[in-house]
């Protein structure tokens, strides 16, 4: 039974990191758009690219 707890709270917490870390990355990139307008254009790097596509960024804005 103290198996299933302890596996219980690693992934409770592994998945609460990875929702956050989705989050504060949507929220960077919401705040680089906002600070430069630059939805506007291409993504200038393939990291940038590769964030864009995480969340569903697209150039012409939020993937339907």
Request: aromatic residues 8%; hydrophobic residues 55%.
């Amino acid at each position: 039974m103290a198996g299933v707890i302890v596996v219980l709270v690693v992934i409770t917490v592994a998945a609460g990191f990875c929702i956050g870390l989705f989050i504060r990355l949507s929220l960077a990139i919401r705040w680089e758009d906002h600070r430069k307008g630059s939805l506007r254009f291409d993504a200038p790097s393939a990291s940038t690219r590769a964030a864009r596509s995480l969340v569903g960024v697209s150039q012409s804005g939020w993937d339907a």
